[in-house]
């Protein structure tokens, strides 16, 4: 826990030193969901410990003339008492290199439940693309991890973990006068060490991580979606895992 608190300190610090003074405000959004995640059953067969469960999740994001802010921060099984109630958070940062479209990249992820916690910390590069319709978003860069321990191997991992690579995509469109928007995120682990397998669950240096939706803007301050999550070798499993995620959200 103590490294997880320096590792979020140390990005706290790096995005307030990298951010101008004279920073200015371009761009915003902010909502509050209502979710329910719901495992397909053959999921549900191969990897026990992967439950449907509901989560509220707060999400925002912002544009300056130096780059961009991106968090969530989501409350799981909300409806359950507090020793069952896990927390995540993410939160990413892009900043301008001065070259059009390339940026340097931060991202931290982090999970915690009742005897369990997984952090993952990128370093690295994005380049993006953009226009009235949406974007579209590389980035790749240096992975560390942080597992605790678990009864495979009782000393955790904490330490580089290989790379990861992903992409971020929004499209926006209208149908019969609706307002529409596909999005999905993708995240691709490799060259992970033995030592984090060991203690994960999951066998293979490579790993896929995402999720692809399609949302209806009914007004400006209601969205209700679908998304299509899936993953391979990864969430503490070795094999491929997916699920149906239902939500409705309120925009600020």
């Known amino acids: 826990m103590a490294k997880m608190k320096k590792t979020i300190i140390a990005l706290s610090v790096l995005a307030v030193s990298i951010t101008p003074a004279q920073a200015e405000y371009l761009y915003g959004f902010s909502n509050i969901s ?8 053959g999921t549900s067969d191969r990897a026990s410990h992967l439950q449907n469960f509901s989560y509220i999740e707060l999400e925002g994001g912002a544009g300056f003339t130096w780059g961009e802010l991106y968090g969530f921060a989501d409350l799981e099984i909300p409806d359950k008492n507090s020793s069952e109630v ?3 958070i993410k939160g990413a940062i892009d900043v301008k290199t001065g070259l059009a479209g390339l940026n340097a990249y931060g991202q931290l992820y982090n999970t915690n439940s009742s005897g369990f916690t997984a952090q993952n910390s990128v370093l690295g590069l994005s380049y993006k ?5 949406g974007f579209v ?3 790749a860069g240096l992975h560390h991890s942080i597992t605790t321990a678990s009864w495979m191997d009782p000393a955790g991992f904490s330490g580089l973990n290989g790379g990861m690579a992903g992409i971020t995509a929004v499209y926006n469109f209208g149908v019969f006068e609706q307002s529409f928007t596909l999005t999905t995120w993708n995240e691709v682990e ?3 060490t033995d030592d984090y397998t060991m203690v994960s669950g999951e066998t293979d240096e490579l790993s896929l991580n ?5 949302w209806w803007n009914a007004t400006n301050h209601l969205t209700t979606g679908i998304q ?3 993953s391979h070798n990864k969430l503490g499993n070795s094999g491929y895992s997916n699920a149906l995620i239902y939500s409705v959200k309120y925009n600020f």
């Open 210 to 214: 995402g999720a692809a939706a399609i």
């Open 228 to 230: 299509y999550r899936y």
């Open 137 to 139: 978003k590389p980035w």
């Open 190 to 192: 490799f060259a992970r």
């Open 86 to 88: 896990r927390t995540s």
């Open 34 to 41: 209502a979710n329910y995640l719901d495992w397909s059953d």
């Open 129 to 133: 693309f953009s226009g009235d319709w």
